[in-house]
């Protein structure tokens, strides 16, 4: 029995690491008002607003007068997270608040997979935060079904003309990469 309380353990522990937590997709803040869609930008988490509940908001608080005529809509608001060192699904880094128009020092953390804490500081030591849910896309009421989709069409993979011909295949493309350029242009 204890042989077998030992194995369990050790694969809950082995699972736990090979699962560890992915803070990308689309999350709902705490109050229902906005998803934030969170993305890997070479090693480093980003996000932005990507769905409003009243549409139409406009950045009217940012510090830079040049930005206050913009829609929130896109605005980013998790900036620059990096891994936090000695935490597994944690990153810190820093959030911008558009209700205020301040940033502060932040970090998020994983606390399920299905659960995002997200904490901002001011001097360290005044914190405030909310958690956040996992957006998943509602499933077709029962007895409708979903409007099929055409397939689309699939490219020729990169580089598998060079491929053929005995070159070198380039490396797949960064699928965030049109998303992170455009929050890191934004911020």
């Known amino acids: 029995m204890r042989k077998l309380a030992l194995a369990g353990f050790w694969l809950i522990l082995m699972l736990r ?43 009217d608080h940012n510090p830079d007068v040049a930005k206050r005529s913009r829609p929130t809509l896109g605005v980013p608001i998790l900036l620059d997270m990096k891994p936090a060192q000695g935490t597994a699904d944690k990153w810190e880094g820093n959030i911008y608040n558009p209700e205020n128009g301040k940033t502060y020092s932040a970090h998020i953390q994983l606390t399920t997979p299905t659960k995002l804490e997200v904490k901002g500081c001011v001097l360290k030591y005044l914190c405030g935060g909310e958690t956040w849910t ?44 049109e998303f992170c350029a455009a929050v890191q242009a934004a911020k």
């Open 134 to 177: 996992r957006y998943v896309e509602p499933a077709p009421a029962p007895g409708t079904m979903a409007p099929k989709a055409a397939p689309a069409k699939q490219p020729a993979p990169a580089g598998a003309k060079a491929a053929a011909k005995g070159g070198v295949i380039a490396a797949p493309a960064n699928p965030n990469a």
């Open 17 to 59: 690491a090979a699962l560890a937590g992915d803070p990308q997709g689309e999350w709902l803040d705490e109050h229902g008002l906005a998803r934030i869609k969170v993305a890997d930008c070479n090693g480093h988490i980003w996000g932005a607003i990507a769905w409003e509940k009243e549409p139409g908001g406009v950045d």
